[in-house]
């Protein structure tokens, strides 16, 4: 495809002399282009703009979902009314038009967001200089940029410069990419700070020590995209950091895929580099691209995880270094840690292959889950150490941070597995005479402590466990454990409910809740029984980015319920206007969330509900109940999430 226009462009020019007076005619009409600067310097306004500018090297890297100016040297001025002009930006081996990797960009009068598309915004005699625009939604990676253009008698003219490429990366500035993130202090870290601290050690004796994650040292970037193209994701699954940040968690262990790092927890690091001996990422990525892929030796936890957070900063996704202490390792998906002891109280040692970790380290990365109900937006958490299989390979993740909290373990991915690691009680269980165990004790706070990362913007350590886990031992906070424990293979653990027979639901009046004004709710309970229930209702309410991802609490509140025998009560309970006023975003949504559990029967009660404000020129649709209400195993069908969305559509 290049040859055909440099064979034009050398004829012309070399031997133009000895060209007839005819052949210089029509080259003064013909239209083609001499030269493509893509103005790809460190210092110039496309990687200032895309904040790329720290990235080593002069390619053009640039953020999607974002414009980006190229300049054109054309073979004569530019005729918008006559002539014609393109872009091809070609990924990976078969590049297509159907599967976002082959774009063909278009010239347009105005640009419009989200679109591939090209204006002229300069000219100047013969150049004439480009404002592209990217869709927010397109695959990430390297890509081949071509010119065509067009004039009236019907040349075409293409002009391409295989070592001009350029590198599509993620953009958590561009609110249309799903790994938006709003706050600027926030981003410095967790996408362009190089540096970092890892915690490991006790929770009585934390320990941290400094992380080199280097992605914009030379070469980084190479070595990053490199473990993308050799892990199994096609190029067209490289637009959706859902899929990317899971592959990568699979490619960073050597395990099944000859992935980055081989793990090695003998003590004996012969022929490697001992796990304690890293400081950083750069060596560590590096060897691996110049080795050709061949699995670099040693990592234990940390190592995999500060891997993980370079590779995933450099393409462009909020990424950090999470440590859990009391870490447990749940290996029957019982979501408890189970330890077995016999009839003398002696353990059981073939049984017992859960077990509880000093600590261990993964990854929280940042994005919206269009793929899960609302609210599950935000911190998904990722680990990259191979422990157990997830679909078949070593991976995990990722997993939302806020299902973790509320125990909505069957929300994917590997969501049981990150639960147990930081709130599964610790169950002891004894083999009765009969061969039977039984359990004879729970321990439910030993597991899941001081979950820290670096804080934004200094090197202190920030506990960040209330994201995981509500208080332990508060009410909330058991909801999750038992909602949790009945989607795992011991359903029966916390079968303490004797009835099931009270129900909740929140309605919404009229049209919903109006914008600038308090926002009324009505939350409807019901009993079932010819007896009195009581129940105190933990009330919270998030502001919500209408991408699912959760902005912050707005307002906690705790509702104590009396009910008659058989009543239906109707409760009003009012948002106040200033509780939410500061903290709306564009588009915003509210998510409520209740959840309780009955004095007398130990029924947990639990719903969740999002709604919009309505503004006056806005239409409303109501969208009905996605119920994902699920029955196991003798346990009452839990209510949880069930949602009412009222959705606003802007009128077009
Ligand atoms: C760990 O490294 C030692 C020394 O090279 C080697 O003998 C052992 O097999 C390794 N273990 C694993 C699990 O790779
Ligand atoms: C990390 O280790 C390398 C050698 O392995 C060394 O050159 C470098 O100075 C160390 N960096 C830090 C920050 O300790
Ligand atoms: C990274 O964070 C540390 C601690 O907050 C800070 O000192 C350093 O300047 C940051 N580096 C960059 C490049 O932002
Ligand atoms: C008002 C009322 O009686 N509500 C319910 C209470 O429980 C009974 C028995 O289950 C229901 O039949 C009622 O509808």
Partial sequence: ?????????????????????????????????????????????????????????????????????????????FNSNTDKLHLDLKTGPLPMVSKNTHVIIQLVEELEDDRWEAKIVERNGNRIKLSVNSHAKAVIGQYKLTVTVESPKGESATTHDPRKDIVMLFNPWCEDDTVYMDDEEEKKEYVLNDTGRLYYGTE??????????????????????????????????????????????????????????????????????????????????????????????????????????????????????????????????????????????????????????????????????????????????????????????????????????????????????????????????????DGIFTQIQCEKKAVGHCISTKAVGSDERDDITHLYKHTEGSEEERIAVETASRYGTKPD??????????????????????????AQLTIVMTNLSSQARKTTLHIQ??????????????????????????????MEWVLPYHSYQDQLVDQAALMLTLSGRVSETQQV??????????????????????ALTQSVTGIQDIPFPSFVNLMVNKAV
């Avoid at 991408?547 to 239906?568: F, H, I, Q, W």
Wanted: charged share 20%; net charge negative; hydrophobic share 35%.
């Fill in 541 to 570: 309410v998030a502001v919500m980015y209408y991408t699912g991802v959760l902005k912050g609490t707005v307002k906690k509140d705790k509702m104590p319920v009396a009910l008659k025998p058989n009543e239906v009560k109707t």
């Fill in 204 to 433: 009585k004796q934390i320990g941290g020590r400094t992380w080199n994650y280097g992605q914009f040292l030379e070469g980084m970037l190479e070595a990053c995209l490199y473990v993308l193209e050799k892990s199994e994701v096609p190029p067209p699954g490289r637009g959706d950091p859902v899929n990317v940040v899971r592959v990568i968690s699979a490619m960073i262990n050597s395990q099944d895929d000859n992935g980055v790092l081989a793990g090695n927890w003998s003590g004996n690091y012969v022929g490697g580099v001992s796990p304690t001996a890293w400081n950083g990422s750069v060596e560590i990525l590096k060897k691996y691209q110049k080795e050709g892929g061949l699995p670099v030796k040693y990592g234990q936890c940390w190592v995999f995880s500060g891997v993980t957070t370079t590779v995933l900063r450099c393409l462009g996704i909020p990424c950090r270094s999470v440590t859990n202490f009391q870490s447990a390792h749940d290996t029957d998906v019982s979501l408890t840690t189970d330890m077995y002891f016999d009839e003398n109280m002696e353990p059981f040692d073939e049984l017992n292959t859960d077990s509880v970790w000093n600590f261990h380290v993964w990854n929280d990365c940042w994005m919206a889950r269009p793929d899960l109900p609302p609210g599950n937006g935000g911190w998904q958490a990722l680990d990259a150490t191979p422990q157990e299989t997830s679909q078949g390979t070593f991976r995990c993740g990722p997993a939302s941070v806020t299902a973790i909290r509320t125990g909505q373990v069957y929300l994917k991915y590997d969501t049981p597995f990150i639960f147990a690691e930081v709130n599964s009680d610790k169950i002891y269980w004894q083999r009765n005479l």
């Fill in 493 to 518: 653990v916390y079968s303490t409910s004797r009835a099931e027979d009270v129900s909740l639901e929140v309605k919404l009046e009229g049209e919903g809740p109006r914008m600038g004004a308090d």
């Fill in 1 to 77: 495809m290049t040859n055909l226009t440099v064979s034009y462009n050398l004829n012309l020019t070399i031997s133009s002399l000895t060209l007839s007076f005819g052949a210089v005619l029509m080259w003064a009409l013909m239209l083609s282009v001499y030269s493509v600067d893509l103005l790809s310097s460190k210092t110039g306004q496309n990687r200032m703009e895309h904040h790329t500018d720290r990235y080593h090297g002069n390619e053009l890297i640039i953020r999607r979902g974002q414009t980006f100016q190229i300049e054109l040297d054309l073979s004569r001025p």
């Fill in 605 to 626: 009660l639990a719903t969740q509900t999002s709604f919009r404000l309505r503004t006056p020129d806005l239409r409303i649709e109501v969208r009905h109940s996605l």
